[in-house]
């Protein structure tokens, strides 16, 4: 007799609930198969019969850590300063990667030996960076910072995945209100500095 398909949107559901905490629990290393089929109250078997490999398990968290993300964003209002809204985005990505440290290294840094993100990989982060270019565009269309959206976007997010990074390692400072400063110094100077350009600097630029 064939032994019945453990692959059910139950299960898959249930793995993702637990790989993310305990990815963030005991790190890339303490990341295996077998303790996530352990905690998931499952198999082995089960688990590859579900994902294929760890690899497969892996780009899952990976999709996951995405969605997630892109949930925080849905989140945010819209209001009628651009600016501020655009700096909402920048604090929502920090408190994202503050809360998830090891899942945006996954997402961003790619930590694990036997997963290199193909192009649905690639492509999860989609939504992310549409959002975050959306923002950007508006900023544009109002006349607060210039230059191409997607760029600034991309420069935005490596802003502050490096920050983020920074805090979470104890170099931005030992009080929190320490950190927020150098957090605005950092996000304020970078759009002060894609202001529209005066006719002074214009010409220095020419």
């Not at 992310?128 to 900023?139: H, L, M, N, W, Y």
Request: proline residues 5%; contains cysteine.
């Amino acid at each position: 007799m064939p032994r019945l398909k453990e692959r059910t949107p139950e299960l898959r559901d249930r793995v993702l609930r637990v790989a993310v905490p305990m990815l963030e629990a005991g790190g890339v290393s303490g990341f295996t198969a077998r303790r996530l089929a352990a905690q998931a109250k499952t198999s082995t078997p089960a688990l590859y019969e579900l994902f294929g490999d760890k690899g497969g398990l892996v780009r899952e968290v990976f999709f996951e850590g995405f969605r997630m993300l892109r949930r925080r964003f849905d989140t945010l209002d819209d209001t009628p300063d651009p600016r501020a809204d655009l700096v909402q985005v920048i604090g929502a990505i920090r408190s994202f990667v503050r809360d998830n440290p090891v899942l945006a290294e996954v997402m961003f840094s790619r930590p694990f030996a036997d997963f290199d993100p193909g192009t649905d990989e690639t492509a999860a982060g989609g939504s992310v960076r549409e959002f975050i270019v959306g923002r950007v565009r508006r900023c544009i269309d109002a006349g607060v910072i210039e230059g191409n959206e997607t760029d600034i976007a991309h420069v935005l997010l490596a802003l502050t995945q490096g920050l983020a990074g920074q805090e979470n390692a104890g170099w931005l400072g030992t009080s929190e209100s320490s950190v927020d400063r150098r957090w605005a110094l950092a996000v304020n100077a970078a759009l002060d500095g894609l202001g529209p350009a005066t006719p002074r600097a214009r010409r220095a630029q020419s």
